[in-house]
């Protein structure tokens, strides 16, 4: 972050600080949120975690997530805390646009905004910018961000289990966006005495009952392959949604089971919602799902994991599809790059 100097200036005395990340929080919107939470709080500050929409019960063994405020349901008391604020942080997203409601009434505010983030192609909509790309998480720039700013000796094993819930649910557990400089910056988190084993269970082996059969259910009824171009989909329609009851965080890591078998380069997830269809993205090697994300279905995300919107039909929306696997059949069935 290029003028952090002044940053450390602004944060020197205590502050009403307004905490912001994106809707449907993941682990990273969350561990990042909480982990910026607890050290500010440990600083002296009054912080406060808002997010567009409710979060994934999963997580509930993050300390502070009593305090989450959730605009969809307190907009008035959101729009205080973000009016009344002196800083504002938005975390783990790349234009205000990404987050509805709460997004215009940031920009419409004046106080200084920082936003530390690792997405693609980020609008500087922030005073203090710090965008990072080939970062794994906005967890581990969170790190580095309390590093900049003197502060590495605060983070105890509160911040540090937040941080590493990001950087765990981000990584598909180290599978991919690792670097040698996470895996230090993942030595100097444990350093503050976190359970790593603890915060697996809690993400990896907590799901129901019910989430194991929509998966049993998404591979063998719901799964579309496309074998000419390594390319599979699984579409889960309203009926199926009213089936299993499915909840926010219930899909969470299905699309990337498509991606176990070998041919596959590109998985997709189709949700049917009461107005659009929701799609996620995800691909290995150099194949760019954001590109596809960005171009065709208003969206954007990482290279090898995005998201968009169809605001079309799942048939129409398929027919799309099939016309882009068509468009980028030479890079699909490529010899592999991984
Ligand atoms: P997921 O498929 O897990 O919902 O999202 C994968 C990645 O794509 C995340 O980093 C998420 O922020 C991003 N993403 C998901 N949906 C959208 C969208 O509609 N627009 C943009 N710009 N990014 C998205
Ligand atoms: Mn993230």
Known sequence: MKN??????ILQTPKKVAIVSHRNPDGDAIGSSLGLFHYLSRRGHDATVIFPSRYPLLFN????MDYILVDDDYPDQTQKVCEEADVIFCLDFNSLARIDR???VIAAQDTPKVMIDHHLNPDEFAEYFYSDPTASSTCEMLYHFIRMMGDEKL???????CLYT????????????TSPTLYRTVADIYESGIDGTFVQNKIFNGQNEKQLRLLGYSITEAMRLYNNYNV????LDMKDHRRFRIKRGDTEGIVNYILKMKNMRMAILMCERETCVKLSFRSKGAFSV?????????GGGHRNASGGVSHDTIGNTIKKLKEIFETYREQLTAEPDY
């Open 102 to 104: 709460i997004g215009e």
């Open 290 to 298: 954001q590109e596809i994300c960005q171009k065709y279905f208003d």
């Open 61 to 64: 063994y993050l300390p502070g």
């Open 166 to 177: 990001g950087i765990l649910t981000d990584t598909g557990s180290f599978s991919y966006s």
């Open 155 to 161: 983070v105890d094993k509160v911040i540090g289990e």
């Open 232 to 235: 599979g989909i699984i579409v």
């Open 4 to 9: 952090i100097e002044s940053l450390k200036e």
